[in-house]
């Protein structure tokens, strides 16, 4: 489990084809994260732009990690090329303060970035919704983009905003973030769970 809270930007060095991978293109991704592996060991969690992935390998401060295809179809990680910026984060102790919410890394769908509008001191953002995720966010809820726990400022039809403050825009890739980029999106897993249990009549009403 995550918390959305990003450690660091990492840098892609590479996202190869796996060797002798499937014919529907598995990769391996090999990502530049100093204090993300100063710890970490071969299969350890660490998120990758809001991804889960699996650490297979770690050498001087980078480590690889397979992509499964299924991964590449369902998020933006197959836009990656080498000197991609990408927020990383390690998987929470459960003794660890939970700072965001709580984001499993498991993304349900990519988004595009619609606007940006400068602010005094932050910067609002519009983000295209899938439909099939919009019964899922709601105003002042939370949402995980790109592997950063925000808060949502309001719900359109087939878009939602958020607000980046100033430390948002420093410590994560979201300086950077320009009109027309794709973002990983992860809704909150509690209200799938709940939708889940209603339509199997699990819960009494």
């Given at each position: 489990?995550?918390?959305g809270?990003?450690?660091?930007?990492?840098?892609?060095?590479?996202?190869?084809?796996?060797?002798?991978g499937?014919?529907d293109?598995?990769?391996?991704?090999?990502?530049r994260?100093?204090?993300v592996?100063?710890?970490?060991?071969?299969?350890?969690?660490?998120?990758v732009?809001?991804?889960c992935l699996t650490?297979?390998?770690?050498?001087?401060?980078?480590?690889?990690?397979?992509?499964?295809?299924e991964?590449?179809?369902?998020?933006?990680?197959?836009?990656l090329?080498?000197?991609?910026?990408?927020?990383?984060?390690?998987?929470?102790?459960?003794?660890?303060?939970?700072?965001?919410?709580i984001?499993?890394?498991?993304?349900d769908?990519?988004?595009?970035?619609?606007?940006?509008?400068?602010?005094?001191?932050?910067?609002?953002?519009?983000i295209?919704?899938?439909?099939?995720l919009?019964?899922?966010?709601?105003?002042?809820?939370?949402?995980?983009?790109?592997?950063?726990?925000?808060t949502?400022?309001?719900?359109?039809?087939?878009s939602?905003?958020?607000s980046?403050?100033?430390?948002?825009?420093?410590?994560?890739?979201?300086g950077?973030?320009?009109?027309?980029?794709?973002?990983?999106?992860?809704?909150?897993?509690?209200?799938?769970?709940?939708?889940?249990?209603?339509?199997?009549g699990?819960?009494?009403?």
């Amino acid at each position: 489990m995550f918390t959305g809270i990003v450690e660091e930007i990492g840098t892609v060095v590479a996202l190869d084809a796996a060797p002798g991978g499937a014919p529907d293109g598995d990769a391996v991704l090999r990502v530049r994260g100093p204090l993300v592996t100063s710890d970490a060991a071969c299969g350890d969690s660490i998120a990758v732009a809001g991804v889960c992935l699996t650490v297979t390998g770690i050498d001087e401060g980078a480590f690889t990690a397979d992509v499964m295809p299924e991964t590449l179809r369902r998020t933006a990680l197959g836009a990656l090329v080498a000197g991609s910026p990408v927020n990383l984060e390690r998987a929470v102790r459960a003794d660890g303060r939970l700072s965001g919410h709580i984001v499993q890394g498991h993304v349900d769908g990519v988004g595009q970035v619609l606007r940006r509008e400068p602010g005094p001191r932050w910067d609002d953002v519009d983000i295209a919704l899938p439909p099939e995720l919009a019964g899922y966010v709601v105003e002042k809820g939370s949402i995980a983009v790109s592997g950063v726990s925000l808060t949502v400022t309001h719900v359109g039809a087939d878009s939602f905003g958020v607000s980046l403050i100033p430390t948002t825009l420093v410590a994560t890739t979201f300086g950077t973030l320009a009109v027309g980029d794709l973002v990983n999106l992860e809704v909150d897993v509690i209200a799938k769970y709940v939708e889940r249990l209603l339509a199997t009549g699990r819960v009494v009403r």
